[in-house]
C-alpha cells in the first residue's frame, strides 16, 4: 500500500516499485481501476514468479463492477485507455486517472493526447511505448514516484534504445518532489503533482 492519503507523511506514502522492478525476475504490478485489479490479483497469486502487488490509497473509494468469475489478466500487456496523436502519456497506478484528466483539459486546447496504463513495471510493455511514441513524437511520464531514477528513467532508456523512435520535444516527467513526503495535508499537497500546474507546464511546451 503505497500513494497520497491525508498527510501520513513517509510512512506510508513512499514509493518503491522502481526499486523492486530492478531485481531481475521479480514481477511486480500496479493497477489503477477497479476492472483490473482483481484479474491481476489473481495473475499475481497464479504466477510461478516471486510478484509484489502495489495497492494505491488514492484508489481505495473506487466503485465498478467486476466482471465474474474473474480472469486473470496477463502481465506486460498495457493498456491504451485515451487515443491519441500528439503525445504520449505514460501512466501507472492512480496516476492514470491524473493524466487522463490532463488529457481532456488538454483537448480543450485542441491538443490530442494518448494515455496508457502499463499495469505492470515488470515486466513492461515496451513495444506499447514505442508504437505510441513512434506515433505522437512526444511523451510524458506520470509516475508516483520521485523523479529520479523512476519510471520516466527507463522509458526514457526504451526509447533512447531504438533506432525508430525520435523526440520533438524533451521527455517531460512528472512525478512528486524530491524529497521524503511531508506530514499534514497541505504540506503534502504541494508534495504530490498539481493539475492545474501539469496543464500550463504541457501547453507551454507544446505551444497550445
Known amino acids: 500500500m503505497t500513494g497520497k492519503d491525508w498527510g501520513q507523511a513517509a510512512q506510508h506514502s513512499g514509493a518503491f516499485h522502481s526499486l523492486f522492478a530492478h531485481i531481475p525476475e521479480l514481477e511486480v504490478v ?3 481501476n477497479v476492472a483490473d ?3 491481476l490479483l489473481l495473475a499475481s497469486i497464479f504466477s510461478d514468479k516471486p510478484t509484489i502487488f502495489i495497492d494505491s490509497k488514492p484508489l481505495f473509494d473506487l466503485e465498478g463492477e467486476v466482471e465474474l468469475p474473474i480472469q486473470p489478466l496477463a502481465f506486460g500487456e498495457a493498456n491504451v485507455v485515451r487515443e491519441g496523436k500528439d503525445i504520449t502519456f505514460i501512466a501507472i497506478s ?3 486517472m491524473f493524466a487522463q484528466s490532463v488529457a481532456a483539459k488538454l483537448s480543450e486546447h ?14 513492461l510493455d515496451e513495444a506499447a511505448i514505442l508504437e505510441s511514441v513512434a506515433k505522437t513524437r512526444r511523451v510524458a511520464v506520470f509516475d508516483v ?7 520516466a528513467s527507463e522509458v526514457a532508456r526504451v526509447i533512447c534504445m531504438s533506432p525508430d523512435c525520435n523526440l ?11 524529497e521524503h513526503t511531508p ?3 497541505f504540506l503534502e499537497h504541494e ?3 498539481i493539475e492545474e500546474r501539469v496543464v500550463a507546464d504541457l501547453l507551454k511546451k507544446l505551444g497550445g
Open 30 to 32: 500496479l493497477p489503477s
Open 37 to 39: 485489479a482483481p484479474r
Open 94 to 96: 492512480h496516476m492514470v
Open 110 to 123: 485542441g491538443i490530442s493526447a494518448e494515455v496508457i496504463d502499463l499495469r505492470t513495471v515488470a515486466p
Open 145 to 151: 514516484d520521485w523523479p529520479r531514477f523512476g519510471l
Open 168 to 178: 520533438d520535444l524533451p521527455l517531460v516527467n512528472i512525478a512528486q518532489k524530491d
Open 183 to 185: 506530514g499534514g495535508c
Open 191 to 193: 508534495h504530490y503533482p
